[in-house]
């Protein structure tokens, strides 16, 4: 590795130790080589620090950073202020980049010196390795950034590769923002160049119902609407000062009872996505979380029908066979 390495990869692991292994390799097995991979240890209790002083004894372009418990923005800048990449790649754990993710990314942002992030496809893996679809954006980069501007749709975090310049220059990510880190870092970026997304899988997103069936998805949707109107008034020239004093509040006091959502509820709705994704595809294997949906919230219709429509399914091959 180089002093100054094209790529600084920055992770953060909190107790993921049970999901780390695959992560990892997929980092170490990148067709580029030239990448540091920063790992900032967010106060793991679990076996999660002996799997990273492990791979670190096998590849010295991993550099881990432990620090007490302070949650994933705060885990990520103290990552970022480490790096020395012309680029920043960001990784999660639990998903996998595929090998030429990098070299992709790299090669994209070389040739578009105009945009300040790039993202990719991504290939969606379920709970027990089932495929649940892959989903990619053919756009240029200025119909991504208004795609942005208009629905709120960025580029997904955890396959993002951006230029450090421009994100210290942004002003990094902002510890008022718990979540949504990467919505209020897009909204920033975008005053400096355009947001892109590579047409070609480049990364696998492992789902696990407790990651879409979290509370905090309520705190990210509040967060996301202060992004934007931190945005907006910055943009009309106004300071953004009170409404960073509500993400604050947003990212760690109480929740009204209007915005939280019902354990039941968020996981009839975990289980009932995973479930969906797998019937469209014709799996049979749909069946279990369509049943778990209908378990936690027994009067939703939609999971009671996909369960219905997968029998009929089956049936009627059963039929076409025997005929």
């Known amino acids: 590795m180089s002093q100054s390495p094209r790529v600084s990869v920055v992770m953060s692991v909190y107790n993921g130790g049970s999901m780390l292994g695959p992560t990892l390799e997929s980092i170490a097995a990148q067709t580029e080589r030239d990448f540091e991979f920063i790992i900032v240890d967010d106060g793991s209790s679990d076996a999660s620090p002996e ?83 892959e989903a990619c954006r053919q756009l240029e980069p200025s119909q991504v950034t208004q795609s942005f501007l208009a629905d709120g749709v960025g580029l997904s975090h955890t396959v993002a590769m ?93 929740l009204s009872v209007s915005d939280s959502i019902p354990r039941n509820v968020a996981l009839a709705t975990a289980e009932h996505f995973i479930g969906s994704q797998l019937f469209a595809h014709g799996d049979h294997r749909c069946r279990p979380y369509l049943i778990r949906a209908i378990r936690h919230r027994p009067f939703w219709l939609r999971p009671w029908a996909k369960l219905a429509l997968s029998f009929a399914r089956t049936k009627k091959l059963v039929e076409c066979q025997n005929r």
Do not use: M
């Open 51 to 133: 799997v990273l002083r492990s791979f670190a004894g096998r590849d010295p372009r991993a550099v881990i950073i432990t620090q007490a418990n302070a949650g994933l923005t705060a885990a990520l800048a103290a990552g970022c202020d480490r790096a020395k990449g012309e680029y920043i790649a960001r990784q999660d754990v639990g998903d996998r980049s595929l090998p030429n993710r990098f070299a992709r990314q790299i090669a994209y942002l070389d040739e578009h010196p105009e945009v300040v992030a790039v993202g990719g496809g991504c290939r969606r893996i379920g709970p027990g390795g089932e495929f649940l679809g």
């Open 162 to 254: 951006f230029r450090r310049e421009a994100f210290e220059k942004a002003g990094g990510y902002r510890t008022q923002f718990r979540f949504a880190q990467d919505t209020d870092l897009w909204h920033r970026l975008i005053r400096l160049g355009s947001l892109a997304e590579i047409n070609e899988v480049l990364f696998e997103w492992g789902i696990d119902i407790d990651g879409i069936s979290s509370a905090s998805h309520a705190r990210q949707r509040l967060l996301a609407s202060l992004a934007r109107e931190s945005y907006d008034a910055t943009s009309r020239g106004e300071s953004d000062s009170a409404i960073l004093e509500r993400a604050e509040q947003a990212s760690w006091g109480e």
